[in-house]
T-cell receptor
């Protein structure tokens, strides 16, 4: 089984540019999560979707960040305009259906390492 | 709110040493508990889990027991290997919740040959 697939693995760009991170969740998983990982703040949940619908975006740091899930097999996280403080590793994760079966774990992608110069 | 507290790292051990990484939690309901491991340059992988009190999760020689009375889920391994060097995250999620994981801050483990 293919796991969660993220692209690109690395992204280096100049501040002010638009950045788009992509995620393909595991087939059949109804939940998709976007996280950001930094040394200072650890792992932060940015937003999550259920059946392609955004449920909680309270972790999105600013209006410069936006996320979409146009279908069950694809999601994007966009930063526009990007700033150096956005530099981090961004992870996507997915998990199976049935919200109250909370013992089902999230499956993580390998992340996108983003550097904004 | 719900939270997870892990012992601070980094932790450095010699090969074959005994490992304990402490984890305690605060939750309003009855959480499921997880340990995730992150190897360098990779995403988080589920290491083990426990879904109710007194359950013991185990995998790859690692164990953790869900202790409701002490609200703890400490990770242990009897004999670590160099290949166990990674960052370990304790996490919880609540039954009936919308599947959100609450993570601890992570503990960096380095095992020296």
């Amino acid at each position: 089984d293919a796991g969660v697939i993220q692209s690109p693995r690395h992204e280096v760009t100049e501040m002010g540019q638009e950045v788009t991170l992509r995620c393909k969740p595991i087939s059949g998983h109804d939940y998709l999560f976007w996280y950001r990982q930094t040394m200072m703040r650890g792992l932060e949940l940015l937003i999550y979707f259920n059946n392609n619908v955004p449920i909680d975006d309270s972790g999105m740091p600013e209006d410069r960040f936006s996320a979409k899930m146009p279908n069950a097999s694809f999601s994007t996280l966009k930063i526009q305009p990007s700033e150096p403080r956005d530099s981090a590793v961004y992870f996507c994760a997915s998990s199976p259906a049935a919200a109250f079966y909370s013992n089902q774990p999230q499956h993580f992608g390998d992340g996108t390492r983003l550097s904004i110069l | 709110g719900d939270s997870v507290t892990q012992m601070e790292g980094p932790v450095t051990l010699s090969e074959e040493a005994f490992l304990t990484i402490n984890c305690t939690y605060t939750a309003t309901g009855y959480p499921s508990l997880f340990w995730y491991v992150q190897y360098p340059g990779e995403g988080l992988q589920l290491l083990l889990k426990a879904t109710k009190a007194d359950d013991k999760g185990s995998n790859k020689g690692f164990e953790a027991t869900y202790r409701k009375e002490t609200t703890s889920f400490h990770l242990e391994k009897g004999s670590v290997q160099v290949s166990d060097s990674a960052v370990y995250f304790c996490a919880l999620t609540l039954s009936g919740s919308a599947r959100q994981l609450t993570f601890g801050s992570g503990t960096q483990l380095t095992v020296l040959p």
